[in-house]
């Protein structure tokens, strides 16, 4: 017997390339069960399905920082905290030290869709009951219908996951000037913030104030405490923006709206931003 749930989740969370960086990403989430009816004639309780399965995948990998096992670089645990050194790209550097919830380790040389997918099964797969034989996987990005991009942040005040100082979204943007779709405009601030990392102002540091990783001469640094604990990061300028503001969707769809009427004030501004799939905020200016 086979049961199914689409979208059963939504995977908030940024991966390590050695191209890319950290690379922020939205996968939804597909599940099928293959299994036995159990004694309510059921696989699974839809129940269960949403409360427990969706539970395990947060867990283990939503709003964290997934890393692969050939990076160029090095993660080593401190008991309470993990530290990351590396480097990608055209030789960028990013370095992080975090509460161990902020990382997952993925037992595979890439993180990707495949690799993820297997990490999730093998994980997934124990904590079930007996009568569920095997289970399917499918990650996918939301259907696009405007320009997109992958951004990583972490925001201190929150009480959630979400104070994880690099996770991220792959988010689409919508900017309309006077009623009408700006795909040009779009395309510029996607482009402008592809693989970026979405920085607050107030949570800068110089490098000698990093208290368990190193910057280098090119960095800029970060850190603050939140309720999970201390949390610290060291990133190329290039790959960096640092904004006068919470990186929050809401603050980010006001900054944006500023920006464009700043370069359009006679036009009326109407920014739609995205924090991953079927979520976001809106800003006139």
């Known amino acids: 017997m086979i049961l199914f749930v689409n979208a059963l989740t939504v995977i908030d969370f940024s991966y390590l390339c050695n191209k890319r960086g950290a690379v922020g990403e939205s996968w939804i989430v597909d ?22 399965i969706k539970g ?7 709003h964290k920082l997934a890393i692969g096992n050939q990076i160029n670089g090095h993660v080593e645990n ?11 790209g055209d030789d960028h550097h990013l370095a ?3 509460p161990n919830q902020a990382f997952c380790l993925i037992d595979a040389d890439v993180v990707n869709e495949q690799s993820v997918m297997e990490f999730l099964i093998a994980t997934i797969m124990p904590q079930l009951p007996s009568n569920i034989d095997k289970i399917e996987i499918e990650l996918k990005p939301e259907p696009s219908k405007s320009f997109y991009y992958h951004y990583s942040h972490g925001l201190k005040k929150h009480d959630g996951n ?3 100082i690099i996770h991220g979204h792959r988010s689409q943007i919508g900017i309309a000037l006077d009623g009408m779709a700006m795909p040009r405009l779009q395309k510029q601030w996607a482009d402008k913030w592809q693989d970026i990392y979405l920085a607050t102002a107030e949570d800068q540091i110089q490098a000698p104030q990093l208290q368990y990783i190193s910057g280098k001469e090119n960095d800029h640094c970060f850190a603050y405490t939140a309720a999970q604990g201390y949390f610290e990061m060291a990133i190329s300028k290039e790959r960096c923006d640092i904004l006068p503001i919470d990186t929050t969707v809401e603050c980010i769809a006001g900054y944006l709206a500023e920006q464009v009427k700043a370069q359009h004030p006679d036009n009326d501004v109407k920014v739609t931003a995205y924090e991953g799939v079927g979520k976001g905020s809106i800003c006139y200016a």
């Open 162 to 164: 979400c104070q994880r």
């Open 56 to 62: 395990i995948i947060d867990q283990c990998i939503d």
């Open 31 to 52: 599940l099928t069960l293959h299994g036995k009816l159990n004694e309510e004639s059921m696989v699974l309780d839809f129940g269960l399905v949403k409360k427990q």
């Open 78 to 88: 401190h008991g309470d905290y993990t530290t990351l050194d590396c480097t990608f």
């Open 96 to 98: 992080m030290s975090a």
